[in-house]
């Protein structure tokens, strides 16, 4: 999938998408998790993923010309580390899903958000303005409203009181 100039803001829909499925994600994984061990569903998850993406890049013809040497050693490293941050990720995605409620969970996950930012400023100089700081902020503490239920929030609210005393 190629962003023609004339289409430069496809990415937002691209984005979109990313979100809706990755929501279908959470819900399949919560109601297929009730009897599958969650480091088992990961796997299967992977390896139905690599094959669907397989026929998928091969029936696009993404595979055409292409050999194991075209990637560069520093490519090849920078795939494989993020295959296994991704391999990690989702499996302590279904060992929460597993035993939390999904939009907790979610929540959660989504403040890979945060983590990002913080790691896109630091590697990549990705500027931190003060707009993508308040956003940051807001994200935590929606992640907090979402997540904690009736008197684990009333407990937090009383230790951040404390800690500002």
Known sequence: ???????????????????FTAALVAIFAKLGLRE???????????????????VL????GKFHNFTVIDL?????????????AGALSWLFYFLALRDGM????????RLSIVFVIILAS??????LTWRTFAGAVLMV?????ISLKGDDFAQLWADLLRLIK
């Open 122 to 127: 630091v590697f990549l100089s990705e500027m």
């Open 102 to 109: 999904v939009s907790a969970v979610v929540a959660i996950d």
């Open 141 to 145: 503490c929606g992640a907090i409203l």
């Open 57 to 60: 890049a091969w029936g696009l």
């Open 36 to 54: 599958v061990d969650p480091t088992l569903a990961t796997t299967l998850r992977s390896i139905i993923m690599a094959a669907f993406l397989l």
């Open 1 to 19: 999938m190629n962003i023609k100039p004339e289409n430069k803001n496809m990415w937002i829909v691209y984005a979109f998408l990313s979100a």
């Open 72 to 84: 560069s050693g520093k490519e090849w490293g920078l795939l494989v580390l993020a295959g296994i």
